[in-house]
T-cell receptor, first 111, second 115 residues
Framework: ELKVEQNPLFLSMQEGKNYTIYCNYS?????LYWYRQDPGKSLESLFVLLSNGAVKQEGRLMASLDTKARLSTLHITAAVHDLSATYFC???????????FGTGTSLTVIP | DAGVIQSPRHEVTEMGQEVTLRCKPI?????LFWYRQTMMRGLELLIY????????DSGMPEDRFSAKMPNASFSTLKIQPSEPRDSAVYFCASSPGTGFTDTQYFGPGTRLTVL
């Protein structure tokens, strides 16, 4: 079974600071996805990364994918309180028939 | 568009009872996914459909779980009989033509509690 690990699991950061969330996965895949979940809410798709070296940015969030290292990063620039949420990465299997979520990173941005 | 619609939003039932969760995907989306979220196991893909046909159900935990998609605008996830360990939030999601590689739109979820 493909394993997807995120770190850190919990992150508390001050407004205005930068930080990176890491997502490692255990098998070959070119496709990685980032989601956001607010407490008690559903999931919202943030980024779809479909090739090695893919980089996507939306506002203060930037995601990248290194398929050789089996690593994706979600970089937060100048954090604001509205970014407080849990962030999940996910990978679909090499066969494309299964979808595995990471453990999630709970982000709290402190004013 | 109203987005993905799930019902009920909350369900409390007793062990041994049958539970049916319902999902209406976004119109025009070819893919429908059922997920489960628990504290212990995180988010898990249970089953997904393409054009109403089940493609992979390897995530369905047991034979007590079944899912159908009789038409493009409706899907059900049934648990019979239900057990306390089935307590979770069940999400339905839909996406346009390319499945996983396209953006998935999640419904609000059904919070199931089995006593």
């Amino acid at each position: 079974e493909l394993k997807v690990e995120q770190n850190p699991l919990f992150l508390s950061m001050q407004e205005g600071k930068n930080y990176t969330i890491y997502c490692n996965y255990s098998t070959t895949s070119d496709r990685l996805y980032w989601y956001r979940q607010d407490p008690g809410k559903s999931l919202e798709s943030l980024f779809v990364l479909l090739s090695n070296g893919a980089v996507k940015q939306e506002g203060r969030l930037m995601a990248s994918l290194d398929t050789k290292a089996r690593l994706s990063t979600l970089h937060i620039t100048a954090a604001v309180h509205d970014l407080s949420a849990t962030y999940f990465c996910a990978v679909d299997s090499y066969t494309g028939n299964q979808f595995y979520f990471g453990t999630g990173t709970s982000l709290t941005v402190i004013p | 568009d109203a987005g993905v619609i799930q019902s009920p939003r909350h369900e409390v039932t007793e062990m041994g009872q049958e539970v049916t969760l319902r999902c209406k995907p976004i119109s025009g989306h070819d893919y429908l996914f059922w997920y489960r979220q628990t504290m212990m196991r995180g988010l898990e893909l249970l089953i997904y459909f393409n054009n109403n046909v089940p493609i992979d159900d390897s995530g369905m935990p047991e034979d007590r779980f079944s899912a159908k998609m009789p038409n493009a605008s409706f899907s059900t996830l049934k648990i019979q009989p239900s057990e306390p360990r089935d307590s979770a939030v069940y999400f339905c999601a839909s996406s346009p033509g390319t499945g996983f590689t396209d953006t998935q739109y999640f419904g609000p979820g059904t919070r199931l509690t089995v006593l």
